[in-house]
């Protein structure tokens, strides 16, 4: 299953999908603020990239949420991982700020490496417990308003790692492109 809508002269795709096998130039890490390895999809990336990643993240003084750090692939297909750091979900007002930062940032980032084609997994929607559906009308209306202005990311795919979320994501891309 898969979604691709044009925005501008760039690509936005919903698959189902395992985050670490993606052929975008980089894929999106949702890290914690050491940027160690740690569990869920962060834990997935670094077992597919091998120790060097842990090895090069540690160099990198930790990341503070919102914020995106770059490294290296290494083992994976990507050439490189942006590290961004997810809110965890209290219900305040900061949250959606924050997320929102999380992939601004990461996109910002991407441009300025010139890195044209990213992967994203659903930031912050595990263990950091955001409601998917909130997350996914941040995270796509996010992407869209970065796409309309920076034609030079040809493409940003969401990796969503069930059929359960990949729905959610679609139907808050039919919402946005609605409105
Ligand atoms: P966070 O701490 O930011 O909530 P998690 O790793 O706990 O991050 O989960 C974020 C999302 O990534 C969840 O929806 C989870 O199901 C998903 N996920 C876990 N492993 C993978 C993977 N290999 N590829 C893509 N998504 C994944």
């Known amino acids: 299953m898969t979604i ?6 760039s690509i936005l795709e919903l698959i189902i999908g395992d985050i670490t096998t993606q052929d975008t ?5 949702a890290a914690n603020r ?14 597919a990239a091998g120790p060097q990643l842990w090895e090069e ?21 990507a050439k490189y991982v942006i590290h961004t750091v997810g809110p965890v979900y209290s ?13 601004k940032n990461s996109l910002l980032l991407a441009s300025r490496k010139n890195i044209k084609s990213i992967s994203f997994p659903s930031i912050s929607t595990g263990v950091f417990g955001y ?10 209306k996010t992407i869209i308003d970065f796409l309309k202005e920076h034609t030079e990311i040809e493409l940003v795919r969401m ?12 139907s808050s891309l039919e919402k946005i492109l609605k409105d």
Do not use: Q, W
């Not at 990796?159 to 679609?170: Q, R």
């Open 159 to 170: 990796a969503l790692f069930s059929e359960g979320d990949y729905n959610i994501y679609k």
């Open 131 to 140: 409601p998917v559906k909130e997350a996914s009308m941040i995270a796509l």
């Open 57 to 77: 993240s540690k160099t990198l003084g930790g990341c503070y949420t919102g914020e995106a750090k770059l490294t290296k692939g290494y083992n994976l297909k």
């Open 25 to 29: 130039e980089a894929i999106a890490n």
């Open 91 to 103: 219900g305040s007002a900061d949250d959606s700020e924050d997320l929102k930062n999380c992939y």
């Open 34 to 47: 050491r940027l160690s390895p740690g569990g869920g999809v962060s834990g997935a990336i670094h077992r």
């Open 4 to 9: 691709k809508h044009e925005i501008e002269n």
